[in-house]
């Protein structure tokens, strides 16, 4: 893992990375800096609905936000969740935010304080009422429970004694559920989320890349529903974009579902993240 400390930022493990950090210290204001929520910015805890940022993450970002040409959290969650679960609300500092909530389908503008969102898919409300039996008949494992997520439903195996195994046994008839209503799954860390097909971390975060003109593009995530923000970052390259891909990998045993392998440079958790970002400020000439 790299490692960071007051003094000196981390060297990324790749030359792409390498660059994509040159870059961002050389122009910070053509700089995209981008982060998921739960994972990177937030401890993984077994209620989602406890998730809470680190205490040094607000901080950190609003230390990094006025180098930088844009701030932005992507998330699965609802942006309004986000942003009152992360405290970005009013923080001095932050007041460029953007909080892209359900993969980006909803959006969250620090400076107005104003949230854009679409109607909801009509197939959420069928699945939601739908799956409570789809489970029972899956023989769902004790510990298995469902988070209405608004334009979307999750089903969580983490309180589950093998939550993987309880995930995988869930994939088939979850799989059918969704596609009868017109969705799809996107599985997580011991959790599958059914959600509208089109939203993605890919699709929002070169969406905002192109809006903003951003020439940098960092982007930190920690499980697999931020594989697609890394292949947008892949796919930003080579039309000039540098990139800088960050895991957060989780101390907890969990792993990083593949992300590490992917990435740049990988730090330890969100306190890693939390060093990323307090070096960065100092780098930037704070």
């Not at 699965?76 to 389908?105: C, K, M, N, T």
């Not at 000039?240 to 101390?251: D, F, I, K, N």
């Amino acid at each position: 893992m790299g490692s960071t400390s007051a003094a000196q930022l981390p060297v990324p493990r790749t030359e792409a990375g390498r660059a994509g950090l040159a870059a961002l210290l050389a122009d910070p204001e053509q700089a995209l800096v981008a982060f998921d929520f739960d994972g990177t910015l937030a401890p993984i805890v077994p209620d989602p609905d406890a998730a809470r940022a680190h205490p040094g993450a607000v901080p950190a970002l609003a230390r990094v936000a006025p180098r930088v040409g844009t701030v932005a959290v992507i998330t699965g969650r609802p942006a309004a969740v986000a942003v009152r679960y992360g405290g970005f609300a009013g923080v001095e500092g932050l007041a460029h935010l953007r909080v892209l909530g359900h993969y980006g389908d909803e959006q969250w503008d620090a400076a107005t304080g104003t949230l854009r969102a679409p109607d909801p898919h009509p197939g959420v409300a069928a699945v939601q009422a739908e799956l409570p039996g789809v489970l029972e008949a899956a023989g769902a494992w004790r510990g298995t429970w469902i988070e209405d997520k608004g334009r979307a439903v999750a089903v969580h195996t983490r309180r589950a004694d093998r939550p993987a195994e309880a995930a995988d046994a869930l994939r088939k008839p979850l799989d059918d559920l969704a596609a009868a209503h017109g969705l799809v799954v996107e599985p997580g860390r011991f959790v599958l989320e059914l959600r509208p097909p089109g939203m993605d971390k890919g699709r929002a975060l070169t969406a905002l890349t192109r809006e903003t003109g951003a020439r940098t593009v960092l982007y930190a995530g920690d499980d697999l529903g931020d594989l697609a923000a890394y292949d947008a970052v892949d796919t930003l390259r080579p039309e000039g974009v540098a990139g800088l891909l960050v895991c957060s990998a989780a101390t907890t045993g969990e792993g990083a579902d593949g992300l590490a392998d992917r990435a740049d440079l990988t730090v330890d958790g969100p306190q890693g993240v939390v060093d990323l970002l307090t070096t960065l400020a100092t780098a930037l000439g704070e």
